[in-house]
């Protein structure tokens, strides 16, 4: 069973950089989608960005509207994981990050990148803190 995992969270101040890293850590992962939550106490499970690679063809990249310009997902093919650099950190950004994945890649398209409910593998979360 394929099995996430995150790296790389911790704290950082407001305007700095942290980068997420999620592997399959059993090396198994055959999909071609992979994609970044945040949640805080209290509120819904928040999409933050996604990733859809495929041979031949240029990434497929969504960003939800609070991070957008200010985080970059992308992979890693030699270590076959997906990182997301978060620059220009705010307050509002500290959560819990989520590494996702759908069991079925073709599952994903435009309309509903941003739903917890299509993504059925997940990582057990990295906190990110950032202090103003």
């Known amino acids: 069973q394929v099995t996430l995992v995150e790296s790389g969270g911790g704290l950082v101040q407001a305007g700095g950089s942290l980068k997420l890293s999620c592997a399959d850590s059993k090396g198994i992962f055959s999909g071609y989608v992979m994609g970044w939550f945040r949640q805080t106490p209290g509120l819904e499970r928040e999409f933050v960005a996604v990733?859809?690679?495929?041979?031949?063809?240029?990434?497929?990249?969504f960003y939800g509207d609070s991070v957008k310009g200010r985080f970059t997902i992308s992979r890693d093919t030699v270590n076959k994981s997906v990182s997301l650099q978060m620059n220009s950190m705010k307050p509002e950004d500290t959560a819990i990050y989520y590494c996702?994945?759908?069991?079925?890649?073709?599952?994903?398209?435009?309309?509903?990148?941003?739903?917890?409910?299509?993504?059925?593998?997940w990582g057990q979360g990295t906190q990110v803190t950032v202090s103003s």
């Open positions: 996702a994945a759908p069991l079925r890649s073709t599952r994903l398209d435009r309309y509903n990148y941003y739903r917890p409910p299509i993504y059925d593998l």
């Open positions: 990733i859809r690679w495929s041979d031949g063809s240029d990434d497929v990249l």
